[in-house]
């Protein structure tokens, strides 16, 4: 694309940046939706974080996101939060309106946006959530509030698992929280399962978080893992007829909305999802 003086800047502040996907999932978008914009990686140190927030709005800077280890630092320095920001206690998006900073959290969304293009059903049903860390978190949130039945966290430091048990109760009502360690009976009864631990991801692409012959064939088997694309967890809940979901979509999902809450308008996401997939 051509830069101009009317051409938007967004970028994602965190640290270390090096191999973050962002920049190639937005201008890859930017270029599809024809938005005259463009995106880049900011590395900002912790003791820099407010001059960086400064730095956004002396620039004018429409929007941004934020990464590790900011998605809780930077709360103080913004004046309003949204409801999905305000239940996680974590930022991932912020827009700038006239100088005033609302900040957003789609990481959770862009699951729950992922399921329901493939027709997956969320409401009322009976969700096994594997891990308890802030991607397990931001989804099992999201579940939540989208108003599933009950969530089972399984995770192998049960403490965590209790915690995030806690939060949600606490925070989201009418919903069963249940928490437990790996595999100690049957779960046939559940109709989602999702990997959110880092089981399977590359180089340790062998490993499979769960296992499947507890789970009835009617259950769908998601991994938010997406490298590799398609991982062993996935292979073989699909060898055994389970309907699956790859990880990649959320990751794209969660960048995709942040761009409909700075621009305002619905972006198209499948055509960008099938470039991305190409450089996989
Ligand atoms: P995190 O906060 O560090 O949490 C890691 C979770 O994985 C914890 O529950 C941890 O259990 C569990 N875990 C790690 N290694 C394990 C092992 N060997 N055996 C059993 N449990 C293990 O990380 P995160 O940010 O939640 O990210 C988790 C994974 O999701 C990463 O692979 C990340 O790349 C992926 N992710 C994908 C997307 C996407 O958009 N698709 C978005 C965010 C993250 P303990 O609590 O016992 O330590």
Redesign the pocket.
């Known amino acids: 694309m051509k830069v101009k003086s009317s051409t938007g800047l967004y970028c994602l502040i965190g640290n270390p940046l090096e191999k973050s996907l962002s920049p190639d999932i937005h201008n890859t978008s930017f270029d599809i939706n024809k938005v005259d914009a463009v995106y880049t990686a900011l590395e900002v140190k912790p003791e820099y974080l407010e001059d960086a927030v400064k730095g956004i709005k002396a620039l004018n800077i429409k929007g941004f996101n934020v990464t590790?280890p900011h998605k809780v630092e930077i709360i103080p320095y913004l004046d309003e939060l949204d409801r999905e920001a305000n239940l996680l206690g974590a930022v991932n998006t912020v827009k700038n309106v006239n100088g005033r900073l609302k900040g957003y959290n789609t990481?959770g969304k862009?699951?729950i946006e992922l399921l329901k293009s493939k027709r997956v059903k969320v409401k009322n049903q009976k969700v096994i959530v594997?891990?308890?860390?802030?991607?397990?978190?931001?989804i099992a949130m999201s579940l939540a509030i989208e108003g599933v039945k009950e969530i089972l966290i399984v995770?192998?430091?049960i403490e965590?698992?209790r915690t995030l048990s806690d939060e949600i109760k606490d925070k989201v009502k009418d919903i069963t929280v249940k928490y437990s360690l790996k595999s100690e009976k049957e779960y046939a009864e559940y109709d989602l399962i999702i990997n959110?631990?880092?089981?399977g991801?590359y180089p340790?692409a062998e490993?499979v978080?769960f296992d499947l012959s507890l789970l009835s064939k009617s259950c769908t088997v998601a991994d938010?893992?997406?490298?590799p694309l398609k991982t062993k967890f996935l292979q073989l809940a699909e060898s055994r007829g389970h309907q699956t979901v790859e990880?990649?979509?959320?990751?794209i999902n969660?960048a995709l909305l942040s761009e409909e809450i700075w621009l305002d308008k619905t972006i198209e996401k499948e055509l960008v999802l099938k470039e991305l997939v190409k450089g996989f």
């Open positions: 590790i990481d862009g699951f594997i891990g308890a860390g802030g991607a397990a978190r931001a995770n192998r430091t965590k698992a959110c631990t880092s089981i991801m340790d490993s978080p938010i893992v997406y490298k990880g990649l979509g959320m990751l969660q």
